[in-house]
């Protein structure tokens, strides 16, 4: 499978391990909102498992698996993930409605991936035979005002003013027949130390930082202040969409 422009897996590691506090708390809200009791839940684009582990801990007697395109990131995440009762694949999302178990899953997180292949993979899909036993699908998504707390080079500020738009919130919105939706939003103080954001900011962790040249990028590098912390006002919403 391709693994794409993205961070190493160590960087990406690095930057999200400091998420936990975060996504325990978000999935603690998720939870309550929806009366998500889940037996068999799929992480969907689960990176390195940082996000996966959380759901293991909110869901100690569920089964959970993980599934990414990238090949590099599901090996660092079973290699580092040893002592968890998680399975992770290699798989591109639109493969999903093949994969074997996919009927034994009845709830799926997509959390900060599903602008990439929403495409190929629209809500309407999870009505088909394959996800016979799928109740709940929840989508996680960086809302703008989040996005701007992360600091970056000057151009890749520009490019990431296109990255969440009023279309793309809205068309979230519009839910199919025959499937109900909440939403709920959360957002709190993420504190990275910043050896571990600035790697993975040097090494293009988000997508619009590809357009960054090895210029820009060394020059904004050497010209940041000393920081103790690089503080980061995490802040996602969630659509949870009950099939």
Same mark, same amino acid.
């Given at each position: 499978?391709?693994?794409?422009?993205?961070?190493?897996?160590?960087?990406?590691?690095?930057?999200?391990?400091?998420?936990?506090?975060?996504?325990?708390?978000?999935?603690?809200?998720?939870?309550?909102?929806?009366?998500?009791?889940?037996?068999?839940? $799929? *992480?969907?684009?689960?990176?390195?498992? /940082? #996000?996966?582990? %959380?759901?293991?801990?909110?869901?100690?007697?569920?089964?959970? !698996?993980? $599934? *990414?395109?990238?090949?590099?990131?599901? /090996? #660092?995440?079973? %290699?580092?993930?040893?002592?968890?009762?998680?399975?992770?694949? !290699?798989?591109?999302?639109?493969?999903?409605?093949?994969?074997?178990?996919?009927?034994?899953?009845?709830?799926?997180?997509?959390?900060?991936?599903?602008?990439?292949?929403?495409?190929?993979?629209?809500?309407?899909?999870?009505?088909?035979?394959?996800?016979?036993?799928?109740?709940?699908?929840?989508?996680?998504?960086?809302?703008?005002?989040?996005?701007?707390?992360?600091?970056?080079?000057?151009?890749?500020?520009?490019?990431?003013?296109?990255?969440?738009?009023?279309?793309?919130?809205?068309?979230?919105?519009?839910?199919?027949?025959?499937?109900?939706?909440?939403?709920?939003?959360?957002?709190?103080?993420?504190?990275?130390?910043?050896?571990?954001?600035?790697?993975?900011?040097?090494?293009?962790?988000?997508?619009?930082?590809?357009?960054?040249?090895?210029?820009?990028?060394?020059?904004?590098?050497?010209?940041?202040?000393?920081?103790?912390?690089?503080?980061?006002?995490?802040?996602?919403?969630?659509?949870?969409?009950?099939?």
């Amino acid at each position: 499978m391709g693994d794409f422009g993205f961070a190493k897996p160590a960087a990406y590691h690095g930057l999200f391990r400091h998420y936990q506090f975060y996504y325990d708390r978000l999935l603690s809200l998720i939870t309550d909102v929806a009366d998500l009791r889940p037996s068999y839940v $799929l *992480d969907l684009a689960c990176g390195t498992g /940082e #996000f996966t582990c %959380a759901i293991a801990r909110r869901f100690p007697n569920s089964k959970i !698996v993980g $599934l *990414d395109i990238s090949t590099a990131f599901i /090996e #660092f995440a079973k %290699a580092n993930q040893p002592d968890r009762e998680i399975e992770f694949f !290699v798989s591109p999302a639109n493969a999903l409605p093949g994969v074997a178990w996919i009927s034994n899953v009845d709830t799926i997180f997509i959390k900060g991936a599903y602008h990439l292949f929403e495409n190929a993979l629209p809500i309407e899909v999870f009505t088909r035979p394959q996800f016979r036993n799928l109740r709940c699908v929840v989508i996680v998504e960086k809302i703008q005002r989040s996005l701007e707390s992360y600091p970056v080079p000057d151009s890749a500020a520009e490019d990431r003013k296109r990255y969440v738009s009023s279309e793309w919130a809205s068309k979230r919105l519009n839910v199919p027949a025959g499937i109900t939706n909440q939403s709920v939003s959360f957002g709190h103080l993420v504190r990275v130390p910043p050896q571990d954001y600035f790697e993975a900011v040097k090494q293009r962790q988000f997508s619009y930082l590809q357009s960054v040249d090895d210029a820009e990028m060394d020059a904004w590098l050497a010209g940041r202040p000393s920081e103790k912390h690089i503080n980061i006002f995490e802040e996602n919403v969630c659509n949870i969409y009950h099939l």
